[in-house]
């Protein structure tokens, strides 16, 4: 008589290893598990949109969404196409991205950093967005940056400024289309030695924060290389709303010029108490006294009314700029939504097609792919002339603007005018320039 | 020591927007014994009112200019306000003009208004719940009034000038036997110095001269004798309250042109007007305008390059540093009455 050896705990046993053998090929097959973050599944990819819907840039943070949506519309076929039409890759062909239709979810950083990474997080794991785009704020770019080198997704900031974004604080998973304190230092500095002398002594005021110091510290570089001379810097905390007793001590301190590095709120109320002090009619060593406010945006000049009139600063792009990207655009965005779109408006759309772009061109998703494909990526027809996205880095360089407040502005979107177009060369910097040294970019994280 | 001299005006006219704030708030505290965390918002519902006159008098009506274009390109539509058409191009425009002003009388019955809905509405309810709730209630309510004036108005600051004939600075120095423009202060400010003691001077008179200011203050000394005289107090308070809401209003209508309305204006104030009536002494009228004036003139002294290389970051908390050494001091403010907020 034979007896059988098999035994009903020996039998789950076997199966479950002949179980395990026989899937094995296909667990570790990239296309039938998930690689990285995220990795898309069904049909569609989903694209997350983190910017301030409420709190004091809420305004910003609106037109930034109105341009990621006008940039998902473009990406899946809809409308007229906008700027994919001019863009001198031609990797887009309207059909999604990779064949996937594109959807979005949307985020509200409160321009807060801990509430910007606690939507941009809930976006990444509850929603399954493959990409984290916009904000304004260097304070929140830097902490939802880290958030996505954490996650394994890739980031592209919205409206930053401070040098730390890709300085100290650069991470392998993000990327900067907008311009940064030095650059406007480096644009700003001849067009101002040109208009107002190179024998002027300039006073700050800067607002308390690393926006506030890169921005200080590259005017004054900037401007001390020209010839000029600072005075003082006086740091004012940011919740100041009445600047009127830090204006004060400028009347009598024997500078000429006075320069505020301010943004948002703190630009709009330091430069109209300036305005009243009367400041700009003042004959002070013999020189007319003069206001720069060295970061501009649309929607802040507004804010200052008629104070911003012949007022110097800069912005990374305008929609009075004649080129054909930039018409498109203007177009496409005008039609939709009535109005012409705002410097945060383009980098965020135009930063959502260089995503995309940069998907089609790796054949991939994974941010690894798509952080190569972006590093070094040189292109055209985006609104600033010959675009660069530094590997070292992942700052963007291009062409920055010199902007001056309209003397006579015609409508309420006519504040600003073009004074120059500073060309590319003259803003690029050394990777290990002090100003942004410290940090490291590190590797790529595909997370998963 | 003309530095010295400009931050006295500049302490004057912060310690007006602080002293016109704290007043109100001490008027429905004094009378009422409410913790009104709202208040801001009236202060910020005030400088909408001047925006809403402004927007109100340049309604306008179009017309396509063919020889110029808009950023699209098509026909520009021209924008001409109906009260010039009406009143011709000049009148009109001065009248746009002195938008702000005008404000004053168009802000006083809308803010009564709000007052008196705020008081009927919602606050009376809560008399006689401890001042935790009362300060939820309002705060919550504070942040409701934002949100509505953020809908319609959007998150943005908006401009509202002052009339063209009050821009520019007076030269302060000349009068004083100092150069030309060593001291000089803009002209809208003084303006809004000169309204704010207007202000304080009409609401103490007319609680110190009048029959009904005499029940008011006799009602915030002790509510339940005057009740017992027959007086119908609650209504006067009630009116009182209207008042309080009307002062913060007209504090806010004329801070407009000074800093560009936003919605979060008011909250901006708020803590630092609630410290004001805490130094001054809960309850007390006067000590809440000699508070006001007192840390906005040694805010702004902090605020000078000579005492921050001193003491780096001073500005940031001269005013809560100067409350803590106060309320050690002096733990019922400045001018503080027994009993109030004591039991």
């Known amino acids: 008589m034979s007896k059988s050896n098999f035994t009903r705990r020996g039998l789950l046993k076997t199966s479950a290893i002949a179980g395990a053998g026989v899937a094995m090929p296909t667990i570790f097959t990239a296309s039938s598990a998930a690689a990285y973050t995220n990795e898309p599944t069904g049909s569609g990819v989903t694209l997350g949109f983190n910017v301030p819907q409420t709190g004091p840039y809420a305004e910003e943070g609106m037109d930034e969404l109105r341009a990621q949506e006008l940039a998902v519309q473009h990406l899946n076929g809809e409308g007229d196409g906008g700027m994919m039409n001019t863009f001198s890759s031609k990797a887009l062909k309207g059909n999604g991205i990779l064949g996937n239709k594109v959807k979005f979810v949307t985020g509200d950083t409160q321009t807060k950093s801990d509430a910007a990474r606690a939507s941009a997080k809930s976006m990444i794991e509850k929603d399954g967005a493959i990409m984290i785009n916009g904000g304004s704020s260097s304070g929140v770019a830097v902490a939802v940056q880290g958030l996505c080198q954490e996650a394994g997704v890739i980031f592209m900031a919205g409206l930053t400024h401070s040098n730390d974004t890709t300085g100290k604080d650069k991470k392998a998973n993000g990327f900067r289309h ?9 644009a700003l500095a001849p067009v101002l030695a040109n208009a107002y002398g190179k024998d002027r002594r300039a006073y700050h005021l800067t607002a308390d924060y690393t926006w ?113 990207g930039t018409k498109a655009f203007v177009k496409s965005f005008g039609e939709k939504y009535g109005r012409p779109p705002s410097n945060s408006a383009h980098t965020c ?26 590093e070094g990526f040189e292109f055209d027809g985006l609104g600033n002339g010959p675009t660069l996205y530094r590997a070292d880095d992942h700052q963007c360089f291009k062409d920055v603007l010199v902007m001056k407040g309209k003397e006579n502005p015609t409508n309420q979107y006519d504040t600003l005018e073009i004074v120059e177009v500073t060309p590319r060369a003259q803003v690029e910097y050394a990777p290990d320039h002090p100003m942004f040294a410290g940090g490291e970019l590190g590797k790529c994280n595909p997370g998963a | 020591m003309d530095a010295v001299i400009l931050q006295i005006l500049n302490g004057l006219d912060k310690g007006s927007a602080y002293a016109l704030i704290a007043l109100g708030l001490t008027l429905i505290f004094g009378t ?13 519902i005030g400088a909408f009112c001047a925006v809403s006159l402004s927007k109100i008098l340049n309604l306008s009506f179009e017309t396509i200019d063919e020889t110029q274009t808009d950023f699209l390109g098509n026909p520009l539509k021209v924008k001409t306000a109906y009260i010039e058409s009406w009143f011709g191009p000049e009148l009109g425009a001065s009248i746009i003009d002195w938008a702000v002003p005008l404000a004053i009388l168009f802000s006083i ?19 006689k719940r401890p001042h935790a709730d009362q300060i939820l209630v309002t705060f919550g309510l504070a942040i409701v009034m934002q949100e509505i004036i953020k809908h319609y108005y959007g998150a943005n600051p908006i401009p509202t000038p002052a009339p063209d004939v009050f821009k520019g600075s007076f030269d302060f120095g000349t009068l004083l036997g100092f150069d030309p423009n060593v001291i000089i202060y803009p002209y809208w400010r003084l303006v809004y110095f000169a309204f704010a003691a207007v202000i304080i001077g009409t609401v103490f008179a007319f609680l110190q001269f009048t029959t009904f200011g005499m029940v008011v203050r006799a009602g915030m000394a002790d509510r339940e004798t005057v009740g017992l005289l027959g007086i119908n107090i609650d209504k006067r308070f009630t009116i009182m309250f209207g008042i309080a809401a009307a002062v913060a209003g007209l504090a806010g209508v004329m801070y407009a042109p000074i800093n560009s309305p936003n919605y979060h204006m008011g909250m901006d104030f708020l803590v630092l007007s609630f410290v004001v009536v805490v130094v001054g002494g809960m309850g007390s009228l006067p000590g809440a305008v000699a508070a006001g004036f007192l840390l906005g003139i040694l805010e702004s002294f902090a605020s000078m390059n000579e005492i921050k290389s001193l003491l780096p970051g001073i500005d940031q908390i001269i005013i809560y540093v100067v409350a803590i050494i106060i309320l050690l001091t002096r733990p019922r403010g400045l001018m503080g009455r027994k009993g109030v907020m004591e039991d």
């Open chain 1, 178 to 186: 907008f311009f940064n304190a030095y650059m406007s230092g480096a």
């Open chain 1, 212 to 324: 506030g110091w890169t921005q200080q510290a590259s005017m004054q570089a900037a401007t001390e290389a020209m010839g000029w001379e600072t005075v003082n810097n006086v740091l004012t905390p940011l919740a100041s709303t009445d600047f009127s007793s830090y204006i004060a001590p400028v009347l009598n301190s024997g500078a000429d010029v006075l320069v505020l590095n301010h943004y948002g709120g703190n630009m709009v109320n330091s430069l109209t108490n300036a305005v009243q002090f009367g400041l700009q009619d003042k004959m002070v060593n013999g020189k007319q006294f003069e206001i720069v406010v060295p970061l501009y945006s649309e929607l802040m000049a507004a804010g200052a009314g008629e104070n911003v009139q012949g007022v110097i600063g800069s912005m990374n792009w305008n929609w009075q700029l004649q080129d054909e």
């Open chain 1, 349 to 374: 759309y135009v930063q959502t097609l260089l995503y995309a772009d940069a998907c089609e061109r790796a054949g991939t998703f994974n941010p690894c792919g798509v952080a190569e494909a972006l």
């Open chain 2, 32 to 44: 009422l014994g409410v913790v009104n965390f709202a208040h801001g918002a009236l202060f910020m």
């Open chain 2, 109 to 127: 019955p809308i803010m009564i208004g709000i007052g008196f809905i705020m008081e009927r509405g919602l606050i009376k309810h809560f008399y």
